[in-house]
């Protein structure tokens, strides 16, 4: 028979739950722990679960939260290694050693990025999401299902929350060397937090003291050098014969140097205010090396070099207000980031049958430049356990852009556009009979793009309507049910909609194409459906969640033969429908005889999807794997001293690359597995060695052109080599 929760008793674990979270509320920048207001009694009541799954389970929508101990469990080298540890989650790795994210293996721009809440983009100008390093997260949110507050993703939302100030007293300190193709790269970071100010007015009274303190900050430093590339193998053949192939060989090496300053404090005992800034550079360079023969496909000889620098700043005020009965957050932020892409290459080519040899010089040198600033102001209901809150924000973006290209694509154009976002919200949760919550809430959004050249054709706007519906049934104190109904539409990239020509890297081919804008992209729209179960475990959690989305104008790339060269063009390829199951758990391995603190993370996702019109009508999506799954075990690093460490196990599905019926194309299935081991000394620190890669996993792809008589078939293999590192840190 159905057990219900003790509605009182569901109520006060609520207001526990979001009493807890007022220092670090999801998606915004909040109170610090220890400087909120007053805390509602809660008489006989007691909460022991971890903040991170109550998150989830009180959660206004689908949400998987992966927190700081979490991380620190995964024995991550860099942000990168904890997405791919994340449900449904799909990195990608390209040739530079950059990767590419995706949620539920749906196009790269329906999954969207946000750091503390606020939208980021893909492009290098933005923070190097892929290498922050993991220190200075605080927590990880996987937001599967669209909700009124936020703009809605047809794959997903993933939200990086960096660390915040706090009145506890912490200095962190690591040093770290990769190696990697007998090469060396050093990592630092430094990072410290506590009051500012005495903290303590006697021995015996340091914890009143620091509770009374109404300042704090918090600031991380670092330089992170990484050395990245691939070794890829390409061959073409027709009627079952190679007839030519080329060896690449990309170097490059990327540092990072990042400072992150924070200050939090009260104005009065109803004002909390938060400054913060980010300040980021990076500097890469290497070459790619090529080497190819046979009927003249690939060139005989290619190098390219490639450099670009980049600088980002952001700085952000904070300020919340606490009424009677209500709170208003406000946030406003500005920031500019800039790059230079300078890429210049040489290709020794053969030339008709007799073989004659030329060679072509090329360059590709790309200034850019992002102003954003943004107000955006929220007001939630707090006397209640039932929740309302509105909002609403305004966003203002510049891009300036200017490109010069010789050799192949000659170019010389400048780009400037504007993009303004004018958004309102507002959601409001009911209790319905047997204990079920109701959230009903909508989006309105109007987005106008104006183009100031013409890269962008013309000006545009978008006036946006979403709405959403969720329910949350508890079916026993450790058991609920979600269903969670939204409509979303997700527009095109900016840097989609301009219309400019990227040369593709060394020699132009099936597998490797020029990139190609498309001002005449539309929305993607989507209706998507979102249901599950999760449950507490004696030591853990699991989750169980089924996902529906039927898409019409579905974005995807499109290939083409342009003259003499493959082009990859982003299009509205037709109406599709998109749904997978996916699985999460958490728990302990002393059933398997080892300690307490061992733990076993694991999640599985089951990805299938079909295009009902359009070019690819029948078939998958292009790019979405069949499945994602990841297993970690792990020993946390002991307090008191002692061994520590860990496995992740990554395997990744094979992935349809069909454009139509006669250029098809798959990514094959891969896996991937990482260790790392370490040892923590009480009193002076902890080391950990670690090899990322392990086996040095293969990803290849084969692409078939059928459009001919004889159809050419094209299949790369690249290889990301094995990456040790040694790293030594401490805490206190």
Known sequence: MKQTINNSRRIAIWATCLASAAGSSSWAQGTPEGTGGATPSLDGVTVTARR???????????????????????????????????????????????????????????????????????????LPIDQLPPELIERIEVVRAPSAEFSGATGGTLNIVLRQATVKRETTLRLTDNHVWGRNAGQAFFSRTGPLGPTSTGADEP???????????????????????????????????DVAQSDTSARYKRTDYALVPRISGKLGAADQVTLRATLSKADFGGTADSVGSGDGTYALNSQESHQYDRRYLQAAAD????????????????????????????????????????????????????????????????????????????????????????????VNSGLDAGIRRWVVWGQNEWELPASTTLTLGLRGERVELNGGSSAVAGSKQWNILQPSLHTRTPLSDDLQWRVNLARV???????????????????????????????????????????????????????LNLFVRQMSDVLAPTLQLNGSRWVEQRANVGDAMVWGLEADART?????????????????????????????????IAGQARYVATLTAAKPMPRTGGWYGGATLTMTGRADQDINSTLTGQNRANAMLDFYVGQLVRGLGYWRLGVYNVGDAHFR???????????VVSRSSMQWTPRAYLTVGTQF
Do not use: C
Not at 532 to 543: D, I, K, N, T, V
């Open 52 to 126: 991170s799954l109550e998150q989830r389970f009180f959660a206004a929508g689908s949400l998987v939260v992966v927190d700081r101990s979490d991380i620190e469990q995964m024995g991550a080298f860099s942000v990168a290694d904890v997405l791919r540890q994340l449900p449904g989650v799909q990195v990608t790795p390209s040739a530079d050693g950059s990767v590419e994210i995706r949620m539920r293996g749906m196009e790269r721009g329906a999954t969207q990025l946000l750091i503390d809440g606020q939208r980021v983009g893909g492009k290098r100008t933005q």
């Open 207 to 241: 914890r009143e003291a620091e509770a009374s303190q109404p300042w704090s900050y918090f600031v991380a430093a670092s330089a992170t050098g990484l050395l990245l590339g691939s070794d890829t193998h390409r061959s073409t053949q027709r009627d079952g014969a």
């Open 489 to 543: 539409t997700q527009l095109p990239r900016v840097w989609d909609l301009v219309d400019r020509v990227i040369p593709s890297q060394g020699s132009n081919s099936l597998g490797n194409p020029d990139t190609i804008g498309n001002p005449n992209l539309r929305p993607q729209v989507a209706w998507t459906l979102d249901t599950g179960f999760e449950r507490r475990l004696a030591s853990g959690h699991a989750g």
């Open 588 to 620: 302990g391995l002393a059933w398997l005889g080892l300690g307490r603190d061992w733990t076993l993370s694991a999640n599985a996702s089951l990805l299938q999807s079909r295009m009902t019109s359009g070019p690819n009508e029948g078939r998958r």
């Open 319 to 410: 300020w919340t207000h606490r009424f009677a009965a209500s709170k208003l957050e406000t946030t406003l932020t500005a920031s500019r980031a800039s790059d230079t892409v300078d890429r210049r290459g040489d290709l020794l080519r053969n030339i008709g049958a007799g073989g004659a040899v030329v060679t072509d010089s090329y360059s590709f040198v790309d200034d850019r430049r992002e102003d954003v600033w943004s107000l955006s102001s929220k007001l939630t209901g707090t006397a209640d356990a039932l929740l309302w809150s509105a909002g609403a924000q305004f966003e203002d973006r510049k891009l300036f852009v200017s490109t010069t290209a010789s050799g192949a694509l000659p």
């Open 701 to 711: 792809r084969d692409r078939v052109d059928a459009s001919g008589a004889v159809p």
